[in-house]
């Protein structure tokens, strides 16, 4: 697979206390599998759909334990020259860009809103081997956030996306393009959000049956936050796995509604 154009949704992670009992439960809910833990970087070890590489998860290092949480990272051409960027648009960079021996170069960051996000320049690991069409895969990813005009103006100026904003009353909700493609969605917190909970990046997974997915998940201790509920993009819900990590299932073949419409903006 071709390294992908800047800003787009490369890779995800996750640190989890319970390496094993995370495993457990991804394996069970989406069918991954794992390969072997690498010690020469902290037991990282890839989630794979179908024998390609979807994910990674890891165990907090000394001193970074605390809420488990997943990582999207963008693709970058020059991880150090992003960062700056990010510095210079009121970013704040959480780990300055660190090669991970051929693998290529990480960076973490949080955009000003609060939500974390990682950059990745690939070297042999070029990121997500797996269509998003797969089940197992990455499929899709929103940032939400209580400061939309922040998050917008931040990510809009350290990739190079173009913008369109979804005509509906009900939600604030805005795509991210790079050319044609929409990579990234951007939706306004309300007030149904507990004020504790910070922005955040929801990752989603693809999955053949969507509620199989919540039954298997919840049966294994994870809470459903939302859905299981039909859109013109596919029937999804939302969910915390046993660990406190947000993730969202959606079945993309089981489709209900119009397209919305929607707006450029500048």
């Known amino acids: 697979m071709a390294v992908q154009p800047e800003g787009t949704p490369c890779w995800v992670d996750a640190m989890f206390s319970d390496v094993e009992g995370a495993k457990s439960f991804y394996g069970d809910v989406l069918g991954w599998t794992f390969g072997e833990a690498s010690s020469e970087?902290?037991?990282?070890?890839?989630?794979?759909?179908?024998?390609?590489?979807?994910?990674?998860?890891?165990?907090?290092m000394p001193g970074q334990e605390g809420q488990s949480a997943w990582c999207l990272y963008f693709a970058a051409s020059d991880a150090a020259a992003t960062a700056e960027k990010i510095r210079e648009r009121g970013g704040e960079v959480l780990m300055e860009p660190m090669q991970v021996g051929e693998f290529g170069t990480m960076c973490l960051a949080r955009e000003p809103s609060g939500a974390v996000f990682g950059v990745w320049q690939a070297g042999t690991?070029?990121?997500?081997?797996?269509?998003?069409?797969?089940?197992?895969?990455?499929?899709w990813a929103e940032v939400f956030?209580?400061?939309p005009e922040k998050a917008d103006a931040f990510?809009?100026?350290?990739?190079p996306y173009s913008m369109?904003?979804?005509?509906?009353?009900a939600i604030d909700f805005r795509m991210f393009n790079l050319g044609d493609k929409t990579?990234?969605?951007?939706?306004?917190?309300?007030?149904?959000?507990?004020?504790?909970?910070?922005?955040?990046?929801?990752?989603?997974?693809?999955?053949?049956?969507?509620?199989?997915?919540?039954?298997?998940?919840?049966?294994?201790?994870?809470q459903l936050r939302f859905g299981p509920m039909d859109s013109p993009f596919g029937r999804f819900a939302a969910l915390s796995d046993p660990q406190g990590a947000n993730f969202s299932v959606i079945d993309i073949r089981t489709?209900?509604?119009?397209?919305?419409?929607?707006?450029?903006?500048?």
């Not at 489709?255 to 500048?266: H, I, L, N, W």
Request: aromatic letters at 10%.
């Open 155 to 159: 990510l809009s100026a350290v990739f």
């Open 164 to 169: 369109k904003q979804m005509q509906d009353d």
């Open 41 to 60: 970087y902290g037991n990282y070890t890839q989630a794979y759909a179908d024998g390609k590489a979807v994910a990674a998860v890891v165990p907090p």
């Open 183 to 222: 990579v990234l969605g951007r939706m306004r917190m309300t007030e149904e959000f507990p004020p504790e909970i910070p922005s955040y990046i929801n990752v989603y997974f693809t999955v053949d049956n969507c509620d199989d997915a919540v039954a298997r998940a919840t049966k294994l201790g994870a």
């Open 255 to 266: 489709t209900a509604g119009e397209m919305p419409q929607s707006t450029d903006v500048s």
């Open 125 to 139: 690991h070029e990121g997500f081997e797996a269509s998003m069409e797969q089940p197992g895969a990455f499929c």
């Open 145 to 147: 956030t209580r400061e």
